[in-house]
């Protein structure tokens, strides 16, 4: 005899973890960010003022540092742009599918790991600040773990074959 489910018997476990999934996005995504946007200007200022070695790069290239500077940071900040428009349009349309959601987290915070920014103390006005270091290592590792869960559960939202599920933990113990 088999029992045959239907989709409102499968909602029923997953709108407990729904609230505290989407609430866990939104501060994924605001501290992702609110970082990166806090760090454009740090980043600006850094590129703005290169080293002599650079600046001779530069100068034989007939760029300046300021004009340097600002397509650097303008190129990453619509990189990261785009990625957090496509995590933020997925999170909003589907934010009830677990794989959407993986998703959504793996754009939200890999655009700005992708885009050479790493979360870090520099970001903050103070340089060994130890919530800019936390930060910057939880935001890293949710970065990494969320792109490799992509791969192994695109797109049906199982670990397929089986056993990929222990790289994964072996994976998430190792990277950590």
Known sequence: M???TTRQDREIPRRSWLLPARVAWVIVAVITLGSFASSVPVRYAELAHP?????????????????????????????VSVFATVAIVIFWR???????????TMLVVWGPLNSLYLPSPSAFEEPNTVLGTTLGL????????AWMLFFYLFPSGRFVPRWTRWLAVIYGIFFF
Do not use: H, M, N
């Open 2 to 4: 088999t029992v045959q």
């Open 51 to 79: 080293t002599e070695k650079v600046s001779a790069a530069l100068a034989d290239l007939g760029l300046s540092a300021g004009a340097y500077a600002l397509y650097t940071v303008a190129l990453d900040t619509i990189f």
């Open 94 to 104: 589907r934010s009830d599918d677990p794989v959407a959601l993986l998703v959504a």
């Open 138 to 145: 939880i935001l890293t590792y949710i970065g990494y773990i």
